[in-house]
C-alpha cells in the first residue's frame, strides 16, 4: 500500500505536467500501468472482485446522470 501512495503522488506529476502545470515528464504508461498492478495485488489480497465492483459502480454512477 505504501507502495501504491508513493506511486500514485508519481502519477499526479505525471498529471500536472500533461496539463502544463509541471516540467513535463517522459513516462506515462508505465506509471499507469504499476497503479494497476497495485490495484490488482490488493484486490486479490482482500478478496475483492474487481469486475463485479466496478460494473455496479459505472452503473450507479450512469444512473446519478440519468436521474
Known amino acids: 500500500m505504501q507502495g501504491f ?3 500514485a ?3 499526479m506529476k505525471l498529471v500536472m505536467a500533461k496539463a502544463g502545470a ?3 515528464r517522459t513516462a506515462g504508461a508505465h506509471e499507469l500501468s504499476d ?3 497495485s490495484v490488482l495485488v490488493l484486490a486479490r489480497l482482500y478478496d475483492v472482485d ?3 465492483e466496478f460494473l455496479a459502480t ?3 454512477l450512469g444512473a446519478k446522470r440519468r436521474g
Do not use: A, I, Q, S
Open 5 to 7: 501512495v508513493v506511486d
Open 9 to 11: 503522488g508519481d502519477l
Open 50 to 52: 474487481l469486475e463485479k
Open 35 to 37: 497503479r494497476l498492478w
Open 58 to 60: 459505472m452503473n450507479g
Open 22 to 24: 509541471r516540467p513535463t
